[in-house]
C-alpha cells in the first residue's frame, strides 16, 4: 500500500478519549511546534521551499505561511469559547487564504508568528481548568467541540504540516 501524501500522520480522530496524560502531551506539542516546523524547513533553498509537498499540494512556503493563518485562528478561537457561551466561530477558506501575497513571503515572518503566537497559546494552555477544556464553540461546517477537542486537533494539525515537509525532504533526499 502506497503512502497517503495528504494526511502522512494519518487523520485526525475526533472520537480520541482525552484524558488529564493526553492533554498534557497535547499542551507539549503545540508549545513545541514552533522548534519542530523551523527544524523542518532548515537550510532549505527558496527553490525547496517552493516545492509542493505532494502533486497538486501547496508548497513547503505556503504550508508554513497556513500554519501560522491557522493557528491564529484557533488561538481566538479558544479566547472566544473561554470567553462567550459557545460561540459559533467563523470558517474561512484556507485555500484561498494560501493564494493570497503573503503566502509568498519569506518564511521567516511566519515562523516569528508561530514562534510568539504559541508561547502566549501555552500560556493560555497551561492556565486553563478541566472545566474550561470542556468548554464548548460551534464551528458551522463540523458541529460542536470542546476546546479538549479542538486542543486534539491542533496539536495534530501541527505534526500533521511538519510531516508534510519532513517527508517530502525524505523523499528528495534534502
Do not use: C
Amino acid at each position: 500500500m502506497s503512502e497517503d501524501l495528504r494526511y502522512p500522520i494519518g487523520k485526525f480522530d475526533k472520537s480520541t478519549e482525552i484524558t488529564p496524560e493526553l492533554k498534557r502531551q497535547f499542551i507539549n506539542e503545540i508549545s513545541d511546534l514552533p522548534d519542530k516546523l523551523k527544524a523542518s524547513v532548515k537550510d532549505l533553498s527558496d527553490e525547496q521551499l517552493d516545492t509542493p509537498y505532494r502533486p497538486a499540494g501547496w508548497t513547503v512556503r505556503q504550508t508554513v505561511h497556513h500554519v501560522a493563518d491557522s493557528h491564529l485562528n484557533s488561538l481566538i478561537r479558544f479566547k472566544l469559547a473561554l470567553t462567550e457561551d459557545a460561540p459559533t466561530i467563523r470558517p474561512y477558506f484556507e485555500d484561498r487564504w494560501a493564494e493570497l501575497k503573503d503566502s509568498f513571503l519569506p518564511i521567516e515572518h511566519s515562523i516569528k508568528i508561530i514562534e510568539g503566537l504559541h508561547h502566549r497559546w501555552t500560556t493560555v494552555l497551561n492556565s486553563m481548568s478541566d472545566e474550561d477544556f470542556q468548554r464548548k464553540l460551534v464551528h458551522p461546517e463540523t458541529g460542536e467541540w470542546t476546546l479538549a477537542g479542538m486542543l486534539a486537533l491542533y496539536s495534530w494539525h501541527g505534526k500533521h504540516h511538519t510531516a508534510h515537509i519532513t517527508k517530502l525532504r525524505e523523499r528528495n533526499g534534502w
